[in-house]
């Protein structure tokens, strides 16, 4: 969504509108480049946010941007509007992810190292760490509805996306054909 700055973004909300809204201004962003992009998403957002508001269409969305800092190389961040408890990350923060690792914005310290744990006992591939891990969340999700936790559902599909320096790519990997749209998650 973002070639411009050799990045690619993922959107999670609970309104159609607002995942239109959100991505039409991360990919209207002016900006020079990727570490310039990463500076501007916040303001950005908060803005978006309190006007959609003001017509009574807000709603909590999470962004998470991965791509190739002009400063660092690859680089990747998130920032989530939930005001969840002290547990999770804070509301309208830059939050660096480390190198292949992308949890949930809602997963709590101790379900990011339950995730951790999966990731290392999986197959030594992109695949089967992105597959663990996901995996995990979907557990994890399912734990926390069964006990009366608001979930950060994870299901139908995994989209893994690679950014290099000369290209992004993406596929699905794996389905979950049990997961129907409109039918409640199941668990794997």
Request: aromatic share 6%.
């Given at each position: 969504m973002l070639p411009q700055f050799r990045a690619a973004a993922?959107?999670?909300?609970?309104?159609?509108?607002?995942?239109?809204?959100?991505?039409?201004?991360?990919?209207?962003i002016a900006a020079s480049g990727f570490d310039e992009f990463q500076q501007a998403i916040g303001p950005t957002l908060k803005e978006l946010n309190d006007r959609m508001a003001a017509m009574g269409a807000a709603s909590p969305f999470e962004v998470s941007v991965a791509g190739i800092s002009e400063q660092g190389g690859p680089s990747a961040f998130r920032m989530t509007t939930l005001q969840a408890g002290s547990e999770h990350i804070e509301p309208w923060q830059i939050v660096e992810?480390?190198?292949?690792?992308?949890?949930?914005?809602?997963?709590?310290?101790?379900?990011?190292?339950?995730?951790?744990?999966?990731?290392?006992?999986?197959?030594?591939?992109?695949?089967?760490?992105?597959?663990?891990?996901?995996?995990?969340?979907?557990?994890?999700?399912?734990?926390?509805?069964?006990?009366?936790?608001?979930?950060?559902?994870?299901?139908?599909?995994?989209?893994?996306?690679?950014?290099?320096?000369?290209?992004?790519?993406?596929?699905?990997?794996?389905?979950?054909?049990?997961?129907?749209?409109?039918?409640?998650l199941v668990s794997r």
């Open positions: 993922t959107i999670r909300a609970e309104h159609f509108v607002v995942f239109q809204a959100v991505s039409l201004a991360l990919s209207t992810m480390p190198r292949g690792f992308s949890p949930c914005p809602c997963n709590t310290e101790s379900q990011e190292t339950e995730i951790r744990v999966a990731i290392e006992k999986a197959p030594a591939s992109l695949d089967g760490h992105v597959i663990a891990a996901l995996k995990t969340q979907g557990d994890i999700a399912s734990r926390d509805f069964t006990e009366g936790r608001t979930p950060c559902w994870v299901g139908g599909f995994g989209q893994l996306t690679t950014i290099g320096a000369s290209g992004i790519s993406t596929r699905i990997i794996p389905r979950w054909p049990n997961d129907v749209v409109g039918q409640k």
